[in-house]
């Protein structure tokens, strides 16, 4: 069964870093370009970052570009994304998912992407 979990989420104040993992469970990451979603309430899904499969090439929304960095652990079947330097506006529920490619049009384009896991809470409060 083709599994995706995020984890690490929760409530941080401004300026603050979160650290979110995607564990597969029934594939193999490293075949998979890597996309990381995020979805406030009454707003639309939006791309934040994504990791190819193949090269291993990177994207970044603007939104996040200097403050997240995906990366990915193959041995560990994970990707994670690191986030520093938080602001509210930050808050959201965040996905990940695994589809066939990474780039700046497949952020702005979720369908590309195949499977999804269940989201993990991000809240930037003070």
């Known amino acids: 069964q083709v599994q995706l979990v995020e984890s690490g989420g929760g409530l941080v104040q401004p300026g603050g870093s979160l650290r979110l993992s995607c564990a597969a469970s029934?594939?193999?990451?490293?075949?998979?370009?890597i996309g990381w979603f995020r979805q406030a309430p009454g707003k639309e899904r939006e791309g934040v970052s994504c990791?190819?499969?193949?090269?291993?090439?990177?994207d970044y929304a603007d939104s996040v570009k200097g403050r997240f960095t995906i990366s990915r652990d193959n041995a560990k079947n994970t990707v994670y994304l690191q986030m520093n330097s938080l602001k509210p506006e930050d808050t959201a529920v965040y996905y990940c998912?695994?589809?066939?490619?990474?780039?700046?049009?497949?952020?702005?384009?979720?369908?590309?992407?195949?499977?999804w896991g269940q989201g993990t809470q991000v809240t930037v409060s003070s």
């Open positions: 998912a695994a589809g066939a490619l990474c780039g700046a049009y497949h952020l702005r384009h979720p369908g590309w992407y195949d499977y």
């Open positions: 990791i190819s499969s193949s090269d291993g090439s990177l």
């Open positions: 029934g594939f193999t990451l490293r075949y998979y370009a």
